[in-house]
Nanobody, 121 residues
Framework: QVQLVESGGGLVQAGGSLRLSCAPS????????MGWFRQAPGKEREFVAA????????YYADSMKGRFTISRGNAKNTVHLQMNSLKPEDTAVYYC??????????????WGQGTQVTVSS
């Protein structure tokens, strides 16, 4: 199992922006679809966004459309999540997945440590 390292979280005021990054800790040989999920306190983990292996197609949860942008990095199997116009309800731990296969969080067996995003009002 490839270990994933998420970074870029922090504390930001409502309306602000953050850019999250995710990269495998070891070497990978092929590009895979990747995705982001998040889990807020007391809530189930939910799908945020995904991108196909070539970067040509992006998928977003409805509440993130127009505010979040997922993109692939230059290095193999790295992915970023640009989050703009952040709201307090975006406060959560954000996780990436590799490979991305489904929007159903329970289908994944492995999660990294995640990165905490806190949006103050």
């Amino acid at each position: 199992q490839v270990q994933l390292v998420e970074s870029g979280g922090g504390l930001v005021q409502a309306g602000g922006s953050l850019r999250l990054s995710c990269a495998p800790s070891g070497r990978t040989f092929s590009n895979y679809a990747m995705g982001w999920f998040r889990q807020a306190p007391g809530k189930e983990r939910e799908f945020v966004a995904a991108i196909d292996r070539t970067g040509d197609r992006e998928y977003y949860a409805d509440s993130m459309k127009g505010r979040f942008t997922i993109s692939r990095g230059n290095a193999k199997n790295t992915v970023h999540l640009q989050m703009n116009s952040l709201k307090p309800e975006d406060t959560a731990v954000y996780y990436c997945v590799l490979p991305y296969t489904t929007q159903v969080a329970n289908e994944y067996d492995y999660w990294g440590q995640g990165t905490q995003v806190t949006v103050s009002s």
